[in-house]
C-alpha cells in the first residue's frame, strides 16, 4: 500500500537534508523543486516578483506510479494545498528564524535567499506563509537538531502505515 508523506516548510528548514537522509535509508524521496514538478509564475505582489507553483498534474502522475510503501514529497508551493487530500501526512519542517537564516547563508547547493529580494522573500514567508503551513500540517517536526533524529521522527510518522525503517 503506497503511502504520501508531503515535507513542506520555509526555505532552510531542511526538506533537502531530511529527503537526502530518507533516500540513504532506502527510502523513495522526490523534491518537487525539480524535474519539472514545479514552475515559477508572476507575481507582483512578492519581494522576488514570482510565486512556485506544482505542475499538479505532473505530481498524481508520480504519486499515481507508487505503489507501495512511503514516497516522501518535498517543498513548499502555492497550490500544494489541491495536493492534501491525496496525501498521508502534511508534515511541516521548521526551525527558528535565526537558523532558517543562517542556514541558508551557509549553503553552497542553492543560491536561493542570498540576494536582498531572496532574503525579503524569506522574511515574508517566515512571517506569513508558515502559520498558513502550520494551520494545514497534520504534523510538525523541528529541525534544529541532529538531521539523524529529524530522519528518525519521519520514519516513526510512517510506521503506522507499515512504513517505518526501510529495508536494508
Request: charged content about 25%; cysteine-free; aromatic content about 6%.
Amino acid at each position: 500500500m503506497p503511502v504520501f508523506v508531503l515535507l513542506t516548510g520555509m526555505s532552510g528548514a531542511g526538506k533537502t537534508a531530511a529527503l537526502r537522509g530518507l533516500a540513504a535509508r532506502g527510502h523513495a524521496t522526490v523534491d518537487l523543486d525539480y524535474d519539472g514538478y514545479s514552475t515559477l509564475v508572476r507575481a507582483p505582489d512578492q519581494p522576488v516578483g514570482w510565486a512556485q507553483l506544482w505542475d499538479l498534474a505532473k505530481v498524481r502522475a508520480l504519486m499515481d506510479a507508487h505503489r507501495a510503501g512511503p514516497l516522501f514529497l518535498a517543498g513548499t508551493a502555492r497550490n500544494q494545498p489541491e495536493l492534501y487530500d491525496r496525501v498521508d501526512a502534511v508534515v511541516l519542517l521548521t526551525a527558528p528564524r535565526d537558523v532558517l537564516l543562517a542556514r541558508i547563508e551557509a549553503r553552497t547547493d542553492n543560491p536561493y535567499g542570498k540576494d536582498a529580494a531572496g532574503r525579503a522573500q524569506i522574511e515574508h514567508d517566515i512571517d506569513v506563509v508558515e502559520p498558513v503551513l502550520r494551520a494545514g500540517a497534520s504534523h510538525v517536526v523541528a529541525t534544529d537538531r541532529p538531521e539523524a533524529e529529524v530522519v528518525a521522527e519521519l520514519e516513526r510518522l510512517v510506521a503506522p502505515w507499515g512504513g517505518g525503517t526501510a529495508p536494508a
